[in-house]
């Protein structure tokens, strides 16, 4: 990186997710859309600045507040699994620093994200780190239980912090027949991927592995 300038910075950050999302590509059996969508979005704008060095590792890293940014492998598999549409209308429970909320905004487009994050002091700077980036998502402070119920229905939910007890009804209950939410759950001492597809009358599960996020407040 030059001394004396941001251009040469940008430039390396910009190899630097090239390659990510090349290994990813290589690893993983993603959609060139998911692909894209990590390919567009700077990581490095929204992990600490001591960080930034670190932001193209496929790794967690922490964001204050004991939470983490999840790895960006995580983020493209929940992504993959939600199969999102240009205009669909996402809601997302656990904002963080809002890099997972970008990555879902590059590919609804049109659409809108509605995102809840428990910290308020996360919350805040989140919606002022998205709306500089231009990142179309409404972030709100609170609880995923309660949040955004007046914006219901939503095409798909996703969950980005582990439910204790399953994902909460309150949750499920917004997502329209036919949408799905994606959420880590827990399982005795550890966790499990789900995808449950919301019908009329039921909810199907299913398992997509072993997964590590921080709890559900
Ligand atoms: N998607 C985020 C990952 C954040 S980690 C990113 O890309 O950075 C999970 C987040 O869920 C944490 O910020 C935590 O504060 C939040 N959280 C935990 N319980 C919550 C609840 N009940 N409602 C809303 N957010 C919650």
Known sequence: MNDDGTAADTDDYAAA??????????????????????????RHEFVPDRLRPRAYDDRPLPIG??????????????VDLLDLHEGDRVFEVGTGCGYHAA????????????????????????????DRLGYPVTVRSGDGRDAFAD???????????????????????????????IAPVADGGSQRLVRLIVRDDTVDREDHGAVRFVPMQ
């Open 103 to 130: 990555v879902v905004a590059e590919i609804v487009g049109s659409g809108t994200v509605y995102s809840v994050e428990y910290v308020p002091a996360l919350a805040e700077s989140a919606r002022e780190r998205l």
């Open 17 to 42: 997710r090239r390659d990510l999302v090349d290994r990813l590509r290589e690893r993983l059996d993603l959609t060139e859309r998911t692909l894209s969508a990590l390919e567009a979005v700077p």
């Open 65 to 78: 507040h004991d939470q983490t940014i999840s790895a960006p492998h995580m983020v493209a598999v929940m």
């Open 151 to 181: 914006e219901a229905p939503f095409d798909a939910a996703y969950l980005t912090c582990a439910a204790p007890d399953g994902v909460p009804d309150a949750i499920v209950d917004r997502v329209a027949a036919g949408g799905y939410v």
